[in-house]
């Protein structure tokens, strides 16, 4: 069979990966638990998941005709797939800049790893946390600190009412507390 007619398109499994963008001139900063956490990740990859998928492929392979070998062909994707997850997580590592918010604690003053609420001209409140790009959660109110309500916030200090653009307009929110995780003892 001619081998052209058995590949997958080179555009449909791009071996490629894109890091997100960082605006220019910004350091890609993470806290501790951020970066153990994609520490973890990585190594969890690189030790785990990994050698299990080779040790499949290495199996399917024995089995002979490779062309029409789901465990094979699925096994070499995913290969594929974790290699390039290993590469982002070693890549987005060696970029990183550990910041420990802890260092803020009783402060009242916005910077990198607050938790922060503020509240809308409604007098809605609401409560966020700014970390790294690589660790924001927004299913867990959490933003990366070069999103707009981040940058909004970032040098603002309790009591501040600030002006910040939105799809609607300029909406004004009020600083109403910060807080920061606790130093380590010991």
Do not use: C
Request: net charge negative; charged share 25%.
């Amino acid at each position: 069979m001619n081998k052209a007619l058995t590949q997958e398109p080179e555009d449909a499994d791009s071996d490629e990966v894109q890091l997100p963008l960082l605006p220019l001139g910004v350091k890609n900063y993470i806290t501790p638990q951020g970066y153990a956490r994609i520490r973890g990740e990585l190594l969890n990859l690189i030790d785990v998941e990994r050698p299990k998928v080779v040790e499949i492929v290495h199996w399917a392979a024995s089995n002979g005709d490779r062309s029409e070998n789901g465990d094979y062909i699925y096994g070499k994707k995913r290969l594929r797939e974790i290699d390039r997850q290993i590469w982002f997580f070693t890549k987005r590592l060696e970029i990183a800049e550990i910041i420990d918010p802890s260092v803020h604690f009783g402060r009242d003053q916005v910077f990198f790893g607050a938790t922060v609420t503020y509240s809308d001209a409604v007098g809605l409140e609401k409560t966020i946390t700014i970390l790294g790009v690589d660790e924001a959660d927004s299913s867990a109110s959490q933003v990366s600190w070069v999103s707009p309500i981040a940058r909004t916030l970032l040098k603002a200090r309790v009591g501040d009412v600030l002006k910040m653009m939105t799809p609607a307009g300029v909406a004004e929110i009020e600083l109403t507390k910060v807080e920061y995780p606790a130093p380590a003892v010991g």
